[in-house]
């Protein structure tokens, strides 16, 4: 690991085009689950049971009830490490581009500067039936959260399985990570895509990929450097 953290700290030290895709992982540490772990279940539920149209249809006080759940974990939760060094990250690069799926908006918390956030955040929510949307920081909403307009029901403001992404973004994403000469890809389990395809589309267009995770994920295989552990260890040390 240490001849792979000096290479990265050589091309560091070049100011390179960084892009980096982060998941679940990266906020681990910070003590939010993440959704394909062994605390990746929440009743007998996967995310795609709960994080989807079809899963709120069939019960939507339930899905409510888990993401209030998270909602409430991430009330009293900071960035850790690895939100901190990527912030001092983006001050070694000539340009950078924080690419994230995560919807906790710890990165923003840490002081990165801009975040796209691929599929958006927890916090907003909005009408399912009207144009009525709003942030609500307030933890403990109740498990049917109704439009005070029009008393459809409220969504969170994420993006579930076979939704579209924000419009845009993924446009955005594309551009910088083929721009980039150096690509992270931090934390994620690499499964859910179109966010896993940027480390292909990286590769593709001669960036350096590293990957950090705990394990290797289908991602590993375009990564020109794996580096194993936690992220909030591990980034510290490229720094
Ligand atoms: P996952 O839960 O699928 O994967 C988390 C990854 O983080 C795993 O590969 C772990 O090995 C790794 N990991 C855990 N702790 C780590 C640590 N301390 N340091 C480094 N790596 C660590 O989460 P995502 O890949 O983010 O989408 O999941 C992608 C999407 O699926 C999410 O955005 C969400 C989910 O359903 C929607 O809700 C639309």
Redo the contacts with the bound molecule.
Sequence with gaps: MKDSIDDIKAILALRPKIAVL?????S??SGVP????SD?YWKGKS??DL?SMQGFSQDPHGVWEWYNLRRQKLKDIKPNP?HDALVRLEELASSFTLVT???DRLHQQAGSGQVLE??GSIWPVRCMDCDYQEDRFQVDLPAEPRCPDCKGWLRPG????GEALPFGIMEKADHAVRMADLFFI???????WP?AGLAWTAREAGAKVVE????E?PATEVAHISLL????E?LPQLL
């Design positions: 982060t998941g679940a992982g990266i681990a540490e993440t959704f394909r772990g990746g995310a795609e994080a690895g799926q995560n919807v691929l599929h994420v993006v579930w399985f931090i934390g994620t389990s690499a499964v859910v966010a950090i995770n705990l394990e994920t552990g936690k992220s909030g591990i």
